[in-house]
């Protein structure tokens, strides 16, 4: 069959905006109408997610199950949250640990860099770059003092975390160590996830 074009297909087709020549702002992007769920704010640009996988979710919900168990008073988890770095970046974590004055109520849509102690990222195949590189260089640039980047690389398709702590000399992320069936680690608190339990998920 032929590609014709109808006038119906047309109107039906998806209209992006149009980026400022300066690129969008975070204001922009809490103001756009219609943006896709998950949408982040990278360098000015906007990225759209794609469809996440089984492991992403069961992920998250693992570490944020894990991370509220003997969360301190003053801390709060939050999940796919925009931080606001800066006006031309607000990437979404999938995880984040926060300082609970930072919580404000339950329509608030971002949290400020300085009130963020842990930002992790669940890798996925479409964001392999901004995971690996991209982000946690502007979460280490924003003074976000812990960082943990989950892989789905250990036996039997199971996660590896791999944690970082800021040097703040260099505003850089040094590696910390890497984790495979449990996670223990004292930054941003004393912490013990059992990861071998995302195959129960």
């Known amino acids: 069959m032929g590609g014709t074009m109808t006038a119906e297909s047309v109107q039906h087709r998806v209209q992006w905006p149009v980026p400022p020549q300066d690129g969008y702002t975070v204001d922009d992007l809490f103001t756009l109408p219609d943006l896709p769920p998950h949408t982040e704010l990278i360098d000015g640009s906007l990225v759209f997610v794609s469809p996440q996988r089984r492991f992403h979710g069961n992920m998250i919900d693992l570490l944020v199950w894990g991370l509220r168990t003997g969360l301190p008073s003053e801390l709060r988890v939050s999940r796919e949250m925009t931080v606001v770095l800066d006006d031309r970046n ?52 924003a003074g976000i003092p812990n960082f943990w980047r989950v892989e789905q690389g250990g036996t039997g398709g199971r996660p ?23 996670l223990k680690v004292d930054e941003p608190y004393d912490i013990s996830i059992d990861l071998t339990a995302v195959d129960v998920l």
């Open 160 to 182: 590896v975390v791999h944690v970082y702590g800021l040097d703040p000399l260099t505003k850089a992320y040094v590696h910390m160590g890497m984790h495979r069936d449990q």
């Open 90 to 141: 607000g990437p979404e974590p999938d995880v984040s640990v926060i300082r609970a004055g930072a919580v404000t109520g339950p329509d608030q849509t971002s949290y400020r860099a300085e009130d963020v102690l842990l930002a992790v990222e669940v890798v996925s195949p479409d964001s392999e770059s901004r995971d690996r590189t991209t982000k946690p260089q502007k979460y280490a640039a």
